[in-house]
């Protein structure tokens, strides 16, 4: 996934799940960016699904 703030590309799993202790939620899916430390949301299975059409195309 890429940052929305710094567009920095990382995993999901190399983000930072900083929202297990958020008061509000029993763990919200929020990812940090592990550059920047802005709060993505997680891309959807849509999402993802779609971008491996395209790259299926691409080559
Ligand atoms: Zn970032």
């Given at each position: 996934m890429r940052c929305g703030f710094c567009g920095y590309e990382f995993k999901e799993e190399e983000g930072?799940?900083?929202?297990?202790?958020?008061?509000?939620?029993?763990?919200?899916?929020m990812v940090k960016c592990p550059r920047c430390n802005y709060e993505n949301a997680p891309e959807p299975l849509l999402v993802k699904g779609i971008k491996k059409l395209f790259k299926k195309k691409e080559h």
């Open positions: 930072i799940q900083g929202c297990k202790n958020c008061p509000m939620t029993s763990g919200c899916k």
